[in-house]
């Protein structure tokens, strides 16, 4: 049994090659897909490798006998089943709806340890005060420690700040600085705790082995015994279905090109079998192609003397209907003479006009620039006899 038996041969032939075009470009484009762990990627996740990624604090946390695991499901989902004993990690978050807020709300009211960091995650917390940061910084900044709490005598830190806090409220403890900007902020937020850092620079894994960065991060979490740490990931775009897998390039690539195989299908299928009608008649020149090939003919034959012949000639006829004369071969003179009687405000030239073209009928050698200006001048008179008829007509 063929495949597709249905269709033409040259149809059924035509679709295999559009299907294996698909696969291939399927593949390649999955090939050269954006690998997420390369170091551009600026996102601090869990899974990634790339130097602004965070798997080495989280493995690190794993082995050193952290009871941590990967958050992917919604927040509500975790501020729903957790108590005083959880710790939050939210590393940068990218995207945040109004349920991530209730859900960060509720788990500090339980008691709970959120660890944040970043302008955006700044937004989540409750009444928080982050805001832009008024100072430059270029690279990595060497924190200044602040505060006499235990986490700010954590060592040396260095982070990439992008974002400051305002420091409205006195229960907030500033622990780090940078140039004078707040850079680590401490407080209690109802039952629970905050920590928040103006960046994740000092887990990610290009930064976590410099200075202090390990112990400030550790000191950031709390004590180890007793607790439960949750790594979110699912404000970092990640998917809380088993489809987020099949999301990206690739997929987009092969959606398309079922699409297209789709429409080959129906259009191949049904162009033998629609209505049948009867070929266009071939559209006919425009007035303007026939006027530039009249025009070409003319230059051709050098045939100016006859351009300014028939201009001439509609003059005269538009003229003696004019001034009721239709059919008398009047001169030049004479045909201007009439003109004055009728239209008294004829302009000084028409005389000198009429003459000129009546000279020009007669010169084989008239150049075509002189033509043209004789069959413009004539256009000109005709418009205005013509607009002095209408108005004498109105009044």
């Given at each position: 049994m063929k495949l597709f038996a249905s269709l033409d041969a040259k149809d059924?032939?035509?679709l295999m090659y559009c299907l294996v075009s698909v696969v291939l470009l399927a593949f390649l484009s999955g090939f050269l897909a954006r690998n997420e762990n390369r170091d551009d990627n600026p996102v601090p996740g869990s899974y990634l490798t790339g130097k602004h990624g965070a798997r080495a604090a989280y493995e690190l946390l794993n082995r050193s006998g952290y009871a941590?695991?990967?958050?992917?499901?919604?927040?509500?989902?975790l501020a729903a089943q957790t108590n005083a004993q959880s710790v939050l990690i939210l590393a940068e978050p990218i995207e945040i709806g109004t349920d991530d807020y209730k859900a960060v709300e509720t788990f500090l009211k339980k008691g709970g340890r959120v660890l944040v960091t970043g302008m955006l995650g700044g937004q989540l917390i409750p009444d928080g005060a982050v805001q832009p940061s008024s100072q430059f910084q270029s690279g990595a900044c060497k924190l200044t420690p602040e505060g006499m709490d235990a986490?700010?005598?954590?060592?040396?830190v260095w982070m990439e700040p992008s974002g400051s806090w305002h420091l409205g409220n006195p229960r907030y403890r500033v622990e780090y600085n940078c140039a004078d900007a707040p850079a680590v902020v401490e407080f209690a937020e109802g039952a629970?705790?905050?920590?928040?850092?103006?960046?994740?620079?000092?887990?990610?894994?290009g930064s976590i082995s410099r200075g202090a960065n390990l112990s400030f991060f550790l000191n950031s979490l709390g004590p180890r015994e007793g607790h439960n740490f949750y790594w979110d990931e699912s404000l970092h775009g990640e998917a809380p279905s088993q489809w987020s897998y099949t999301r990206g390039p690739a997929m987009n690539l092969l959606l398309c090109g079922l699409a297209g195989i789709g429409l080959l299908v129906v259009f191949s299928f049904s162009r033998r079998r629609g209505p049948v009608r009867d070929l266009p008649l071939p559209v006919r020149a425009t007035p303007v192609e026939f006027l530039e090939a009249l025009g070409s003919l003319y230059a051709k034959a050098g045939a100016s003397q006859t351009a300014?012949?028939?201009?001439?000639?509609?003059?005269?006829?538009?003229?003696?209907?004019?001034?009721?004369?239709?059919?008398l071969c009047m001169s030049a003179s004479e045909l201007a003479h009439a003109l004055r009687r009728r239209?008294?405000?004829a302009p000084e030239d028409l005389d000198a006009d009429l003459n000129a073209c009546a000279e020009a009928c007669g010169d084989e050698k008239l150049s075509p620039r002189r033509a043209l200006a004789l069959v413009q001048t004539l256009s000109r008179h005709g418009d205005y006899f013509q607009s002095a008829a209408r108005a004498m007509r109105s009044s």
């Open positions: 059924r032939k035509l941590i695991q990967r958050w992917e499901q919604p927040l509500s989902d986490l700010a005598d954590s060592g040396e629970g705790h905050v920590v928040w850092w103006a960046s994740s620079t000092p887990l990610e894994n300014v012949e028939l201009a001439y000639d509609r003059f005269r006829r538009l003229g003696g209907g004019l001034c009721g004369l239709n059919g239209f008294p405000q």
